[in-house]
């Protein structure tokens, strides 16, 4: 079965959706479900809010609905002295799937237009994706790297090509496979247009990388959006020669 393993529910601060909801609309489109809530323990500090949860109510909730058709993951902000504390989280519960994400940057909101208008461009991707390697390096308990293109969604930035940065994209994708991090397909944006050549040249240059796996992700705050663009994904993934993959228990599900 084909698994949406990236998506979110009222324990995240940005969505109200109910468990049952999402149950009822996997089951209509036939897609496995992961639901993963936002943790960015770094988040006041770049002058935003605490964007939390409780775990453990997290999984008193919902660990009663876990099937073969659905996982429970987290979608953990990565940060620069977080490391311990994350880690501590991945260890202590038994998550099915854990998402790394980098919604901030050395103490900047990687989501404020204010803040990337005020970079330039290519001194901008460079340092991220280098970041992005370092993070990964840093969190090697993560399962996937999630949505590489968040932060030109905020920007006035041409979207990232793979060879614009050869060098950058080389070692994060280098470190990933060293690290077995899957790389997320993140289907918020519709593939077309520049989105689409963006992520064919990206998701391409991660195969020469070594990259062969690749989990879709609707990034779904409400049920209507599971499954979101996935058949444009996979008609790419094909083409590429990249395979389909999802967590259980930490494992690299293929089938
Ligand atoms: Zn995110
Ligand atoms: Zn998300």
Known sequence: MIFD??????????????????????????LGIITTEHKDLNYEEVGGFPIDFNVDEYFSAYEKHRS?????????GLDQRYTGELKKI????????????????KGFNLSSRKYLRTVEERTF???YLLYAKDMIEENSFINSF??????????????????????EFKVLFQTMVQQDVTLEMNLKRPLTGDVLDSFRSVYKGYYECGGRFVT????????????RNFEEAQQLLDDIGLKICYYKRRKRITD
Do not use: C
């Open 68 to 76: 073969d058709r659905y996982l429970m993951g987290i979608e953990m």
């Open 90 to 105: 991945a260890d202590s519960y038994e998550f099915d799937m854990i998402i790394g994400s980098l919604h901030t940057m």
């Open 216 to 227: 879709l992700a609707s990034d779904a705050h409400s049920a209507e959006d599971i499954g």
């Open 5 to 30: 393993t990236h998506m979110h529910t009222e324990f995240s601060f940005d969505s109200n959706e109910k468990i049952e909801r999402l149950l009822e609309a996997s089951e209509k489109k036939n």
């Open 125 to 127: 991707y460079k340092e």
């Open 146 to 167: 999630a949505h590489f293109d968040y932060p030109t969604r905020y920007s006035p930035y041409k979207e990232l090509k793979y060879e614009d940065y050869p060098e």
